[in-house]
């Protein structure tokens, strides 16, 4: 069950249109469709809404603005509780704070009708000049978040009224010090850009009444329980009211784990007692969503002669737009998740803040601050390496943790962590020591390679937790119910597998049911990479409590202690004279007799400090110095993510992942006027990558088993996004010496670069 490339469990239902997304569910008698109308404007107080003409129309059934709603203020990501964000969001209220944000909730009885009602609402703006940078939001140009009841869970720096939504500071050591005592001293400002999500699902839910009047919605949604805390919030109800299903998700990336569509449907519900839907086409899930964060470094290396680096000083400043969500955890896991694998060195210093703009907010999504920060972090050490006249490889070997390192703000000890097989294989595979040092081709055709490298977390220290159950059937299978949400990763297959290792059977004898609150035990859900290291750990321990209570039912039967018992695929064994019981024997007992005991075991794991995976990415690219165009020729990706559970979905993972890294280095952006309205909103003009721009792909691992996990396995799923950036930019300086310090990497800057290096 460990190590097969099993196929997913759902492939064949998905491949042939079976029942599986959110629409599939939808029952559309009596159902009420919603449009919602939307702010054209960055930064307003509605001073008016007139929906009179709107609601005379044919088939509208009502139409809600912040009259019809009870200010309470939540928040929309989907996070542990306390949630590390502020409470600074209204479902529905005066002040809107980006183009495209709700104005009012538009019911009726099909969508025609909605749209027609759309036009007709009249609102009168008293309009104000948006915050859209850095300079204006902290020189308190003007203040997003006047209001006074909006809150933070806990203390991480809420200041509204400076436009501060966090501050954070991790460190140790006598940076100064260190950093005054180096050969060489080593500084760089670096900026990533705001990136879509771009799921071929776009956001939706379904909401309806069930036979007890209780409020149940379904939606694609990344965590169930966080879901339904922030609708109970937004309407005043308790948790008990709510039912939250999840179905299969058409991919998420951290963008189905904001609660944008479940609250608007949850509303309308409530107060109609009708089915309702709500689906946003391209252009809305550009607009009223969420990207990931625009994010600035400045950077601070002091370093000896010889490679071996003194200090890092990091400073983090994070744009998180119109609402908080997710911002303050993003600040933190930039250094927190960059900074660790650097941690042998004598002392680290990293201090950032998280600020308000009048842009569509920032939310999670895939790598959650570690790209950001990894692309200043290494391309800093790359730039450092290439003053020192070293190999950025051995620069980063020569400063970097290893298996067993305790210290720095790693705080227990490294189970695992194969930096150096990961690199050795690395170089083999895109012949580092002969690209990367050979005499230029003369011409303007220019080929190079470069190196990064990233470590991430296999979920949150302290934090995460997950619940699983388990139950014998009566005919002798087992089903595991869990709330972690499948995001079409597979990873619902892994914890069968998982299982079936445990349980020392195959697929065919254990079953999943997951997804719904009111079935399944809670589990934080799918964001940090945590669901095979978390839900993996809880499932292996359900098994062995399960696996206690089996051996003594089958007491009766074998008549030996349970010491002497083991567990075969469908039967228990006596392992003196094999005499044996079958599991479905023991299920029909303990289902379906007159002194039936079910036999299930629940177990719950918490994670106390996270593993770490690794990845280094090389990569061979060609620039044409005349117009700036990068081909990506050849990458690399060699990963520790641990047991590698199923080497098939691993892969696709990574390849999945690096294409996404390489969207965010060279090809996406996020673009805004200076009104605010944001011009690359749809798929013709917000570029992702295709296959034909991301060259050959090669992943490869070197597991290394950590001791910890279930049957030794880490995360992978952001870990292989973190570093493509980096590498790509090391790469393209390799080929024509033009250093670009700002994603995405343009044609544009890299002509930019070359003509200032000639002057």
Not at 75 to 85: D, I, L, V
Not at 115 to 134: C, G, M, Q, S
Not at 275 to 287: A, G, K, L, T, V
Not at 518 to 535: R, V
């Amino acid at each position: 069950m460990i190590g097969n490339s099993i196929k997913k469990i759902d492939y064949e239902g998905n491949l042939l249109g079976g029942k599986s997304y959110t629409e599939d569910y939808i029952d559309y008698r009596n159902l009420l469709y919603i449009k919602v109308k939307r702010s054209p404007y960055a930064f307003a107080e509605i001073i008016d809404i007139d929906t009179s003409r709107a609601e005379k129309l044919e088939d509208i059934v009502a139409i809600y603005t912040y009259r019809d709603v009870e200010q309470i203020r939540y928040t929309e990501c989907g996070e542990s509780y306390p949630e590390a964000s502020p409470h600074d969001r209204i479902l529905l209220e005066k002040i809107v704070r980006h183009v495209g944000e709700e104005v009012a909730i538009i019911v009726g009885e099909n969508i025609e009708a909605c749209t027609r009602a759309e036009k007709l609402i009249k609102v009168k703006y008293k309009v104000f000049d948006p915050i859209l940078t850095k300079k204006d939001s902290l020189n308190l140009k003007d203040i997003i978040h006047k209001e006074d009841d909006g809150f933070e869970p806990f203390d991480f720096g809420y200041d509204p009224k400076k436009n501060i939504v966090s501050k954070f500071h991790i460190g140790y050591g006598d940076i100064d010090s260190e950093i005054e005592k180096s050969d060489i001293v080593f500084s760089g400002s670096y900026s990533t850009h705001a990136q879509a999500h771009a799921m071929m699902e776009t956001l939706r839910a379904y909401a309806k009444i069930d036979e007890r009047g209780r409020l149940e919605i379904i939606s694609a949604n990344q965590s169930i329980y966080h879901m339904r805390r922030q609708v109970a919030k937004v309407l005043g109800l308790s948790l008990n009211q709510v039912r939250m299903r999840r179905i299969r998700i058409g991919g998420g990336f951290g963008g189905k784990n904001v609660c944008i569509t479940e609250p608007i449907v949850g509303f309308v519900t409530w107060k109609t007692k009708r089915p309702s839907m709500i689906i946003y086409d391209r252009i809305e899930n550009f607009n009223a969503t969420s990207t990931r964060h625009e994010m600035d470094f400045d950077l601070v290396i002091g370093a000896n002669k010889d490679g071996k680096i003194n200090g890092i000083k990091m400073r983090g400043y994070n744009n998180t737009g119109a609402y908080g969500s997710n911002g303050p955890a993003v600040t933190m896991e930039a250094g927190q998740n960059t900074l660790p694998i650097y941690s042998v060195i004598n002392a680290v210093d990293y201090k950032a803040l998280t600020y308000y703009t009048n842009r569509v907010s920032a939310g999670a999504m895939r790598g959650y601050g570690t790209p950001q920060g990894t692309f200043a972090l290494d391309s800093a050490i790359n730039e450092l390496s290439e003053k020192l006249g070293l190999d950025p490889v051995e620069v980063k070997l020569k400063n970097t943790i290893r298996t067993g390192h305790i210290g720095g703000l790693n705080k227990s000890t490294i189970g695992s962590f194969n930096i150096e097989e990961c690199i050795k294989r690395g170089k083999e595979l895109i012949d580092w020591d002969n690209k990367r040092f050979k005499l230029k081709d003369e011409g303007h055709i220019k080929r190079g390679v470069g190196m990064g490298h990233a470590t991430h977390s296999s979920g949150v220290s302290n934090i995460d937790v997950a619940t699983v159950l388990l139950r014998l059937q009566e005919d002798g299978t087992f089903t595991v119910f869990t709330s972690s949400s499948d995001l079409g990763t597979g990873s619902d297959t892994i914890l069968l597998q998982i299982a079936a290792k445990a349980l020392n059977t195959d697929m065919e004898g254990v079953n999943l049911v997951s997804g719904d609150t009111d079935s399944c035990p809670y589990d934080k859900g799918a964001y940090a990479s945590c669901t095979t290291y978390l839900t993996g750990n809880a499932v292996v321990r359900a098994c062995e409590k399960i696996k206690e209570k089996i051996f003594e039912k089958a007491k009766k039967y074998l008549n030996v202690s349970t010491e002497k018992m083991k567990l075969e695929k469908g039967k228990v064994v006596n392992s003196e004279n094999n005499k044996s019981v079958t599991l479905k024997q023991l299920g029909i007992d303990s289902a379906v007799s007159p002194n039936a005991e079910a036999i299930m075991a629940d177990a719950t794991f918490g994670i106390g400090n996270t593993p770490r995976p690794y990845a280094v990415s090389f990569v061979e690219v060609e620039v044409n110095t005349l117009t700036g165009k990068v081909d990506i020729l050849k990458y690399v990706s060699v990963i520790d993510c641990g047991q590698v559970i199923n080497p098939n979905l691993a892969r696709i993972q990574a390849e999945g992942g690096i294409t996404q890294g390489i969207g965010f280095a060279l090809y996406e952006d996020v673009i805004f006027t200076d009104k605010g309205k944001l011009l690359t909103n749809n798929f013709f003009n917000y570029n992702i990558p295709t296959r034909n721009d991301i060259g050959e792909i090669i992943v490869d691992f070197c597991p290394e088993k950590e001791p910890t996990g279930p049957f030794g396995a880490k995360s992978i799923a952001e870990l292989v996004t973190n570093s493509p950036a980096p590498a790509i930019a090391d790469a393209i300086f390799n080929a024509c010496g033009a250093r670009i310090r700002s994603l995405p990497i343009t044609p544009e800057k890299i002509i930019r670069a070359l003509e200032k290096e000639e002057d």
